[in-house]
């Protein structure tokens, strides 16, 4: 008896016959963005408040105080921040907690979590995670019910190919695009926000330098 | 040989599954309610890419060279993915994969997992086989919890519980998750599912999902969702399995960047659904520490044999057709007694499960070519709809009235204006209505004359340049 395996494939042999030439793919969609910096920038912060995500700008080396206000806005003290999330950029006042192999429960009582980002995309107003150190595993930005991530101007791409494409490398760690807070289209239809990922999204814009 | 599409073999055939649904006018006007809204979303999420045309016709081209060399681009997903840690099985059948998935838990000592929305598993009736074996199966995706715990049955694609409104939901809630109060808005739903599952996220230790692509270039999975519970299921558990069905290879990475343009605008008409997870194999500290990938034929092969349907395998599941369709909009998703429902539904089953069990299924259309029109991938429903009849006809699988009733009840169901002219001319003869069980829609002056075009003809004479 032959395997699973070889069956399957035997199958799909004999169903296409003959190797035909590669068929060709024409890749006539736009893969490289138009827009100026400043417009890119500003349709990415309109897509994010599409989402109803908050959405803060600053200038680099004005993270901290940044990151604080926002905390602030939403009364958060204690947050998660993934092990290699840069010192330089935390403001004094709230309590950081650093996630070095946090058991899943404990990651489920905290605030929130804070996170850089490898890539993001104009267009759709989405964020990539490649979970690199200063991303954090996955766990840390979904199992919380508040998420505020700094994205820097220099990371920021107008279209889907252009955005998917920087991940180079990256591609294959685990990725992760958020476009806005969990949501479900499931009752009639109806976007609503928030079922089991962070039901609160924030987002910071630095100007790279 | 099992194959299995959930339970169609079982089903009533479409004219007397639909002449019951029709009388459910609540079902009917949440069905029309909810594809009215997806298709107004969709619409202007469409317009506004200049380039939608040409993403269709790269989709396409992709998914026509993935099938001409399926067998090479199997055979590299499962080296990468081995390389990356990933263990990739392959299932013949229903049963086959079923087995495979009971093994992989009872090897762990595991008696519960929890699930992300997989159509291949609700193909394979997998939670059947799953409580069989005593392991209790939880779906997360909000719509399956709707249906789980309404022992109900998916109704659309996307959006399985489409044909329950907000109260019907509330209902089911309250009796089913033993809650007192219940606020009425959207919100809560959406809450009281939220502190329902997410105790099981945190204690269940296997985790299930299907794929919405995989790659063969680097062996990844690709899942989009919206409510982070298909990100719960890949992440959280120690030991994650992935099913989804041989068709579901692309190529390349980059070949990513155009179907998730495509799917969330067609689909739920966003410009981005909230999550895309797409992994890699395992990585050490995130994650699971077990990957397993079951690759599913369960009828595919068959579909791929056949030249003029072999398209049908290019579909990404993403229901714009069923949305668009005059008949799906009058009847809902269970008169096609298959979880694949709408357009898609009425080439796919009876591909899968074999022409014998589903002879009324291609007759579930008027052949107004809305579907196609839609198709993200570009699939020619009308075409491959026409081909399968010819098949039925060749078998000699329905007699002549049968097939002319069920062609006039595709016309009629198309459109509301002609059903309800059927449905008062109860007195004026009755074949050849009667002949598929729909008395007193009995209008045979009304029925509409043979075609003197064919409809591939008339396609290529008005629209089919476009
Ligand atoms: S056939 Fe086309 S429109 Fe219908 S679900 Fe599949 S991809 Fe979507």
């Known amino acids: 008896m032959s395997t699973a395996r070889e069956e399957i494939l035997q199958r799909v042999r004999t169903a296409i016959g003959t190797q035909a030439p590669e068929e060709p793919v024409q890749r006539e969609y736009r893969q490289a963005g138009t827009l100026s910096e400043e417009a890119k920038i500003d349709l990415f912060i309109d897509r994010l408040h599409d989402y109803n ?30 092990p290699g999330f840069p010192a330089a950029l935390l403001p004094t006042g709230p309590d950081f907690v650093r996630d070095t192999a946090l058991d899943y429960r404990d990651i489920d009582a905290t605030e929130g979590a804070l996170t850089c980002a490898t890539a993001a995309i104009a267009m759709t107003g ?24 700094v994205v820097y101007t220099n990371q920021l791409f107008e279209t889907v190919p252009e955005g998917l494409r920087a991940l180079g490398g990256r591609r294959t760690s685990p990725v992760t695009t958020i476009a806005g807070p969990s949501a479900t289209a499931d009752i009639e239809m109806t976007r609503v926000k928030g079922v089991h990922g962070p039901r609160v999204l924030d987002v910071i814009v630095v100007a790279a330098g | 040989m099992s194959i299995r599409v959930g339970e169609s073999a079982q089903a009533a055939t479409f004219p007397k599954a639909a002449k019951k649904l029709l009388q459910n006018t609540q079902l009917r006007r949440n069905v029309r309610r909810a594809t009215d809204t997806i298709r107004g ?30 067998d090479s681009y199997l055979v590299q997903f499962e080296k990468a ?97 033993g809650l007192k109060e219940l606020g009425h808005a959207p919100e809560d739903l959406a809450g009281a599912a939220r502190n329902f599952l997410r105790e099981r996220f945190l204690r269940v230790k296997v985790g299930f999902s299907g ?23 890949v992440t959280l558990p120690d030991v994650l399995i992935t099913m989804f069905g041989v068709e579901k290879i ?18 739920t008409g966003e410009r981005m659904n909230p999550y895309n997870s797409i992994w890699t194999g395992v990585t050490p500290g995130d994650g699971p520490k077990e990957f397993h990938v079951i690759l599913l034929d369960n009828g595919r092969t068959k579909v791929l044999a056949d030249e003029e349907s072999r398209e049908t395998l290019h579909c990404i599941r993403c229901a714009a057709c069923l949305n668009a369709c005059p008949v799906y909009r009058q009847t809902g998703g269970h008169a096609y007694g298959s979880i694949y429902s709408g ?12 022409m014998q069990h589903s002879t009324t299924l291609p007759y579930a259309s008027s052949l107004c070519g809305a579907c196609y029109e839609v198709c993200p991938v570009k699939i020619n429903i009308p075409e491959i709809l026409i081909h399968l009849r010819r098949k039925i006809v060749e078998s000699g699988g329905a007699a002549l009235t049968e097939r002319m009733g069920m062609a006039v009840a595709g016309y009629t169901l198309a459109d509301s204006g002609r059903l309800g002219t059927a ?31 064919t409809f591939r003809e008339w396609w290529k004479s008005s629209r089919g340049g476009k």
């Open chain 1, 53 to 82: 995500a908050e959405v803060y700008r600053c200038a680099a080396g004005e993270e901290a105080v940044t990151i604080a206000e926002a905390l602030t806005a939403r009364g958060k003290k204690r947050i998660l921040i993934p």
């Open chain 1, 126 to 149: 989405s964020l990539i995670l490649t979970h690199s150190a200063t991303e954090g595993r996955r766990a840390l930005t979904l199992i919380p019910d508040y998420h505020l991530c």
């Open chain 2, 41 to 70: 979303k969709r619409a202007k999420v469409v317009d506004e890419m200049p380039d939608w045309q040409a993403l269709r016709t790269a989709a396409q081209q992709i998914k026509k060279r993935t099938l001409r060399n399926l």
């Open chain 2, 81 to 177: 993915c081995a390389e990356a840690g990933g263990k990739v099985h392959w299932a013949r059948d229903a049963d086959e994969a079923n087995a495979i998935v009971v093994g992989i838990i009872q090897s762990h000592n595991q008696k519960e997992v929890i699930k992300v929305k997989t159509m291949t598993s609700d193909e394979t009736r997998l939670n059947h086989a799953l409580e069989a074996a005593g392991i209790s199966p939880y779906e997360t995706d909000l719509a399956d919890l709707i249906i789980q715990l309404g022992n109900d049955k998916p109704s659309h694609i996307v959006v399985p519980a489409l044909h329950k409104n907000k109260s019907e939901i509330r209902q089911i809630f309250m009796e089913q998750m």
């Open chain 2, 211 to 233: 794929a919405n692509f995989a790659v063969a270039e680097t062996g990844s999975v690709c899942v989009v969702e919206s409510e982070g519970n298909g990100r719960m299921c």
């Open chain 2, 250 to 267: 692309v190529p390349t990475f980059d070949d990513l960047e155009v179907f998730l343009q495509l799917l969330p605008r067609s689909a």
């Open chain 2, 343 to 354: 357009p898609i539904g009425a080439i796919l089953t009876p591909q899968l499960q074999g």
């Open chain 2, 423 to 453: 449905q008062k001319l109860v007195q004026l003869g009755r074949q050849p209505l009667d002949a598929i069980g729909l008395p007193g829609w009995s209008a045979a002056r009304d029925l509409p004359e043979i075609p003197k075009q």
